[in-house]
């Protein structure tokens, strides 16, 4: 393969031909997915009441230690499948009743979920595409993406260089998620929702419109993950996403932090966040203006929220 053709789509730039050899990522260029399910755990207007038509793919370019997902984002589990049978697997999750198709962790196989999603639409794919994403993402590979995302979901993990380095050895993390989250916000601009109804209808206009579940068709929301003893990065994260985007996004505040095995010896992270700890970010977020959001209540941080990922 040609030198240009090695994989660059993530900001770790390994330049790896993944023909022969795994990247960063973990992945070489066949196609991995840990899950294909609906799935009800994402915010109320992306799982609406019949979830979200969730594909979690194997392989990640962060890698963080603290990831609840590791199974599939370290240790590779997963099925390998065609560009075609991935189309096969949107169409059935539509066909499962799915309000839209939710790509986890999808960046180091954006081209193939490109060329998946012209077969699933040419086979009658028609509900939104999330790009669910931890956001170390180039601006190159958001761009290609254009026309095809509905929906961005990305984090944003880190403010702090020296938190990016130490947890996801990724020091400038913060400087290509502004960057990638930018050019996210180029392309879909301002939430736009529909009824839940009003989905189920080719007539949107002589829908019925009343108290019913309301579900995003285009938009952004950046999530952040609170994490023990880091409630100041996490403050300024808000700050940073409410002055460039005021109340042109949704900013989803999560508590769900699980210390896992994977941490080893990170002392700080072998911890819950406290209820007290979150209470001051999202005290913080309000003060501040923050109106376009979301916020978890009660205890979250169960091993309930982390699906099961088989071969």
Partial sequence: MDKAMNCNLCARGCNTDREYKAGY???????????????MWEEPCISG???????FFSGCSLRCVFCQNYKISMKNVGK????????????????????????VTPTHFVPHITQALDKAKC???????VYNTGTYDTVDTIKMLEGYVDIYLPDFKYMSSELSKRYSNAP??????????????????????????????????NAQSTEEQMLMKKGMIVRHLVLPGCT?????????????YGDNIYISIMNQYTPLSTVGNIRELNRKVTQSEYDDVVDYALDIGVTNGFIQEGDTALESFIPEFGE
């Fill in 49 to 55: 009441s019949t979830g979200s038509g969730t594909v």
């Fill in 123 to 129: 086979r009658g794919l028609n509900i939104p595409v």
């Fill in 80 to 103: 390998t499948v065609s560009v075609s049978e991935l189309a096969d697997t949107f169409v059935r999750l539509q066909d499962e009743g799915a309000c839209n198709i939710n790509l």
């Fill in 172 to 205: 400038d993390y913060s400087i290509v998620a502004k960057k990638a989250i930018g050019e996210m916000y180029r392309q879909v601009g301002m939430p736009e929702f529909v009824s839940a109804g009003e989905a189920l209808r080719e007539d949107v206009e």
């Fill in 232 to 244: 100041e990065d996490s403050k300024e994260i808000i700050k940073y996403l409410y002055e460039t």
């Fill in 25 to 39: 990522c973990g992945m070489k260029n066949e196609i991995r997915i840990g899950r294909a399910a609906l799935h």
